[in-house]
């Protein structure tokens, strides 16, 4: 995959209008979470977000945990 042109919607962002998911009761009712995105997964963990997949191409450093307005666990 190749990555010609940064998107102009980001998909994790700090502050949200409303919210329709609580991730919180989520981990408090042990649901298995992923995020599934055009460029890798997360899993949901009781700490944060985990990167558990990168896809053939992208750079995870550059195309992924540098572009994110939080740390996730690798």
Request: proline share 4%; aromatic share 8%; with cysteine.
């Given at each position: 995959m190749t990555?010609?042109?940064?998107?102009?919607?980001?998909?994790?962002?700090?502050?949200?209008?409303?919210?329709?998911?609580s991730?919180k009761?989520?981990?408090?009712n042990?649901q298995?979470?992923?995020y599934v995105?055009?460029?890798?997964?997360?899993?949901?963990?009781?700490k944060g977000?985990?990167?558990?997949?990168?896809?053939?191409?992208?750079?995870?450093k550059?195309?992924?945990i540098?572009r994110?307005p939080?740390?996730?666990?690798?």
């Amino acid at each position: 995959m190749t990555i010609c042109k940064e998107g102009e919607i980001s998909k994790f962002v700090e502050n949200v209008s409303s919210v329709s998911f609580s991730a919180k009761r989520a981990i408090e009712n042990g649901q298995k979470v992923l995020y599934v995105t055009e460029r890798c997964v997360f899993r949901l963990t009781p700490k944060g977000l985990k990167l558990i997949e990168v896809y053939p191409g992208v750079d995870m450093k550059k195309d992924i945990i540098d572009r994110l307005p939080f740390e996730v666990e690798v």
